[in-house]
C-alpha cells in the first residue's frame, strides 16, 4: 500500500472517530437536558430508574417522613396508587404520600411557607369569664308604679280650679282645685254636732263620724280644720298626692261630676321607664338586674343609671325583638317620656368558658365551623355549638378544648366567599396536598406565570412541556391547556420556548390568558 493511500485510510479512521465522539457528546448533552428541564415531560423511566425509585422510596420509608401510606398524581388526588411509577393522567411521576403527612377526620396539610404567603392567621382557643355587654336605643316613658289619680268618693261640683291645662308639674300638698260636696258638708256638720258630747255613747259616735269623714274621701288637712275651727266649709280643696306631671285633666271649673270620676291623673318623674328592642338571639346579654347606664343627647356629657326590672314576654314577629323595661333614675327630672336614649347593659359576671375570635367561625348556613391547626402545618374542620359574642369574640359551647390552635384569619384565600361552601367540603375530602394544591383548590380568578416548550398544538388545546410552577407547588411537566380566548398566534409552532399565564377552570381545567414565544440566541456551529 502506497504511503498516500495510507495517510487516506488514516484520515478516514480519523475522521469516522470524530464524528463517533461528536454524535456521543450530542446524545449525552440532548439526555442531560432532557433530564434537567422535563423529567416528568414523559420520558420513560428505565428500570435502573424504578429500582433506584424503589430503593430510594425504601429509604425514606424508614427516615423521619414516616411509612408511605399510597401514591397518587397531584393533579388527581383522589386516585390512590400501591407503588410508584408513571401517572396514567399526566406525564409525570407519581408522587408518595407519608404516614405523617395524612390525618383522621378531614386533616389538610398545607406547606409552611405557603402558610405565610396566604396570610393565614392562627389564635388559641381560651377560657374567660365574660360579662353580658349589650348597646341598644329605647325610648322614656312615665314609670307606671308613680301613677295616682285623683278621684272623689261623692257627687259634687267644681267651684275653683287651679290647674288648668295637662303636663303641668304640681308638688305634693300643692291645691288642684275646690269643689262642693254635699256629702262631705253633712258629714262634717254630724261631725262638729258629736265634738262636745261627753256620753259614752256619743264620744263613740262622734268617732264613727270621723271615720265617715275619711271614708268619704276627706282630706286629713279638712278635717283637722274642722275640729280647731269647730266650723265647716262648703267648699274642700283637693291637693297634689305626690310630685309629678298632670298627664290627664277631667275637672272643668263650675262643672259637676259624678261619684268616682277621675279629676286628675298624676305621673310621677322621680324615675323612669326607658323600653328598649332586644334582639332575639341577645336576650341572654340582659338578665333581669343587669345595671344599665344611659345617655340622652340632650344632655351630653351626663349619665343616668338604673337597671333591668323586667323583659316582656312578647316577640315582636316583624322585628324578631323582645322590650327590656328599664328604671332610670331621673335627676332633676331632666329625662322627659319621648326622648330616645343609648343604653349600655352590663350584666353579671358570667362562669368561666371557652372563646374564640368571631372572625375564626365559619357559617355554612347549615352548621358553625372552625378550622383547627394542628402541628406540622395540618388543618381540620371542627363542628362547633357557639353560644353569645361579645366584643368581637365567640363563646363555644362544644367542638373545641383550652388552648387549642385555631385559624382566625385567610380562610377564603383559598376560594372565595360566594364558594363557602365547596370550600369546606373539600378540606373535608382529606386530600394530602404532597407536591401542590388540585386544580379544584385553585382560585377561578388566580393567574399564574410559568415557562415552557411548546410539544404539540391542537385547536383545542396546547400541550407545553412546563418548569415547576411556584404559585401552585407544581413540578415540571407536561399537560395541555385550553388556547387564549384571543386565539393562538401563527407565529408560534412546536418547539419553541414560551412564557405563559393561565388560569383555572371549573372542571379541572386551565386556561391559557397569554403566551409569547421566548427570543433564543442560536448560532450555528462552524463547518
Known sequence: MSTARMNAVRWVVATAVFLALGAGGGYWWAHYKMDSVGSTMGASAPATSARAMESASA???????????????????????????????????????????????????????????????????????????????????????????????????????????????????????????????????????????????????????????????????????????????????????????????????????????????????????????????????????????????????????????????????????????????????????????????????????????????????????VIAAHEGGGFDVVNVMTGAEQGGRTAILSGLTEGQSIVVSGQFLIDSEASLKSTVNRLQTATPPAAGPAASDTAPSARHLARGRITAITPESITIAHEPVPSLSWPAMTMGFKPPTQGVSKDLKVGDQVSFSFTAKEGGSFQLEAITALQTNTTEPSR
Open 59 to 369: 429509604n425514606v420509608t424508614s427516615s423521619d417522613k414516616g411509612r408511605i401510606l399510597y401514591w397518587h398524581d397531584p393533579m388527581v388526588p383522589n386516585q390512590k396508587f400501591d407503588k410508584p411509577g408513571k401517572s396514567p393522567f399526566m406525564d409525570m411521576q407519581l408522587v408518595p404520600v407519608y404516614a405523617n403527612e395524612t390525618g383522621e377526620g378531614g386533616d389538610v396539610r398545607v406547606n409552611a411557607s405557603v402558610v405565610q404567603n396566604l396570610g393565614i392567621r392562627l389564635g388559641r382557643v381560651e377560657r374567660t369569664a365574660i360579662t353580658g355587654r349589650l348597646r341598644a336605643v329605647g325610648s322614656v316613658a312615665f314609670d307606671e308604679r308613680l301613677l295616682e289619680l285623683v278621684q272623689p268618693r261623692v257627687e259634687g261640683y267644681v267651684t275653683r280650679l287651679m290647674i288648668k291645662a295637662p303636663l303641668e308639674r304640681v308638688r305634693r300638698g300643692q291645691p288642684l282645685a275646690e269643689i262642693l260636696a254635699p256629702q262631705w258638708l253633712e258629714a262634717e256638720q254630724e261631725y262638729l254636732a258629736l265634738m262636745d258630747a261627753s256620753s259614752e255613747r256619743a264620744q263613740t259616735l262622734r268617732e264613727a263620724a270621723r271615720q265617715r269623714l275619711a271614708v268619704l274621701g276627706v282630706s286629713e288637712v279638712t278635717i283637722h280644720a274642722v275640729e280647731t275651727t269647730r266650723r265647716t266649709n262648703a267648699n274642700a280643696t283637693i291637693v297634689a298626692p305626690i310630685d309629678g306631671v298632670v298627664t290627664e285633666l277631667g275637672a272643668r271649673q263650675g262643672a259637676a261630676f259624678m261619684s268616682g270620676a277621675s279629676l286628675f291623673r298624676i305621673n310621677g318623674l322621680s324615675t323612669v321607664w326607658v323600653n328598649a328592642q332586644i334582639p332575639e338571639a341577645k336576650v341572654s346579654l340582659v338578665p333581669v338586674g343587669a345595671m344599665v347606664e344611659a345617655r340622652a343627647t340632650g344632655w351630653p356629657g351626663m349619665v343616668f343609671k338604673g337597671r333591668v326590672i323586667a323583659m316582656l314576654p312578647d316577640v315582636d314577629p316583624a322585628t324578631r325583638t323582645l322590650t327590656a323595661r328599664v328604671s332610670i333614675e331621673n335627676r332633676d327630672e331632666k329625662l322627659s317620656p319621648g326622648m330616645y336614649v343609648g343604653l349600655d347593659f352590663t350584666g353579671p359576671l358570667g362562669e368561666p368558658q371557652l372563646m374564640v375570635p368571631s372572625e375564626a367561625i365559619i357559617t355554612t348556613g347549615e352548621r358553625n365551623v
